[in-house]
C-alpha cells in the first residue's frame, strides 16, 4: 500500500511538472521568423494574423494575388505575403530565395508551418481516378515534403521546428479515400522526420484536426464538386446512379457539418502557436470534440466495432 502510494504521488507530480513546462515559452519572438503555407483563407490566414499580433516576422504563402492583397491589408510590415504554389518545386524554390534574402544573414527560420492543404475530390473508392490522387497528393503531401526540404538547411541553423498539419482523418479513414490518403502520408513523412533528426535540435509536430467549418467545407463548393465528379463519371456508372444523389449527398454533408464539425476554428490556430511559441511542445496536437472523444477512440476499438459505430454514425 506504502508503495502503491508513492508511485501514485510521484506521477501526481510528475503530470503536475509536465503540465507547468507546457505553459513556458520561447523569449525573443520579435527577431524569430515563420513562413506560413495556405494563407488565402482558414487557420493560415487566422494563424499569419495571430503570429503577426504576437511580433513574429511571418513569411505568408498565399496560392492567389487576392490572397496576397488581402494578407497585406491586414496585416503589418512583418508580415510578407507571397504568392507560392506549394505543388509547383519551381515556386517553391522562388519563395525561399525571397526568404534567404529577406532575413539576416545570422538568423534562420525558427519554425515552418506547412498548413496548405486541399479536400481534393468527392465520392466513394470507386469514382476515383489516379489524377485525382495525384491533385491531392501534389498539395497535401508533397507540398509539404519539398516546403519542407527547401526550409531544412534554415531550420537546423536556427535549431527550429516543422509543424505539419495532418488530419484525425490521417489516424482514422473514412470519408474521402484520397484526402484520407493524403494526411495518412503527412502522417508517416512527420514521423520518419522527427525520427531521422532526432539528435539535431530540431523537433517535428503534427497537428491533427478533427473537423472545422473553414472554406475547406463550404457547402457550395462541396456541391459543385459533387457535380463535376458525376459529369466526369464513365456512363456506366452514370447509369446505376439514382437521379437525386446530388441533393441526397447534400443532405449527408448537412447533417454531417451540423452534427460534427466545430466552428471553433481558433481551437485549430491555438494548437499552432502553442508548437511554435511554446518552449516544450507537444509531438501531436489533437484537436476538436470528434477529434478527441469520437475518432480517436474508434481508433483504438477492434475494427469489428469501429466500422460498425462509423457506418451507424456517418451518412
Known amino acids: 500500500m506504502y508503495w502503491l502510494l508513492v508511485l501514485v504521488m510521484f506521477l501526481l ?33 487566422l494563424l499569419t494574423k495571430q ?38 518545386d519551381e515556386s517553391i524554390k522562388q519563395t525561399i530565395e525571397v526568404i534567404r534574402k529577406k532575413i539576416p544573414s545570422e538568423k534562420g527560420l525558427w519554425a515552418v508551418v506547412n498548413n496548405a492543404g486541399v479536400l481534393g475530390s468527392i465520392g466513394p473508392s470507386t469514382w476515383q481516378t489516379r489524377q485525382d490522387y495525384e491533385n491531392i497528393m501534389a ?27 495532418a ?30 533528426i532526432y539528435r539535431s535540435g530540431v ?31 464513365p456512363q456506366d456508372i452514370k447509369d446505376s446512379l439514382p437521379c437525386n444523389l446530388v441533393d441526397t449527398m447534400m443532405v449527408g454533408f448537412d447533417t454531417f457539418l451540423e452534427k460534427v464539425a466545430s466552428s471553433k476554428v481558433y481551437e485549430v490556430v491555438d494548437a499552432y502557436i502553442h508548437a511554435i511559441t511554446s518552449q ?11 477529434a478527441k472523444f469520437i475518432f480517436r477512440p474508434l481508433s483504438m476499438l477492434p475494427e469489428w466495432i469501429s466500422d460498425w459505430v462509423i457506418v451507424k454514425m456517418l451518412p
Not at 519542407?148 to 498539419?165: D, Q, S, W, Y
Request: glycine letters at 8%.
Open 13 to 45: 507530480i510528475l503530470t503536475i511538472t509536465w503540465l507547468t513546462l507546457r505553459k513556458i515559452k520561447i523569449g525573443n519572438i520579435s527577431s524569430r521568423y515563420v513562413p506560413v503555407t495556405g494563407c488565402d483563407s482558414g487557420f493560415g490566414n
Open 51 to 88: 503570429l503577426d499580433l504576437l511580433g513574429f516576422h511571418v513569411f505568408a504563402g498565399c496560392l492567389t494575388q487576392a490572397g496576397v492583397e488581402s494578407v497585406k491589408s491586414e496585416c503589418s510590415d512583418k508580415v510578407m505575403a507571397i504568392q507560392m504554389d506549394v505543388s509547383n
Open 139 to 165: 498539395v497535401n503531401v508533397y507540398g509539404v515534403i519539398m516546403v519542407t526540404k527547401a526550409c531544412m538547411p534554415l531550420i537546423l541553423k536556427e535549431h527550429g521546428r516543422v509543424i505539419n498539419t
Open 167 to 196: 488530419s484525425i482523418a490521417g489516424r482514422f479513414a473514412f470519408g474521402s479515400p484520397s484526402y484520407c490518403v493524403s494526411k495518412y502520408g503527412v502522417e508517416a513523412f512527420s514521423d520518419v522526420l522527427r525520427r531521422e
Open 203 to 233: 523537433s517535428v509536430h503534427i497537428i491533427e484536426p478533427g473537423f472545422h467549418r473553414t472554406p475547406i467545407l463550404d457547402r457550395e463548393s462541396y456541391r459543385q464538386k459533387v457535380n463535376d465528379k458525376i459529369k466526369q463519371l
Open 280 to 290: 516544450f511542445p507537444k509531438k501531436r496536437y489533437l484537436v476538436g470534440f470528434d
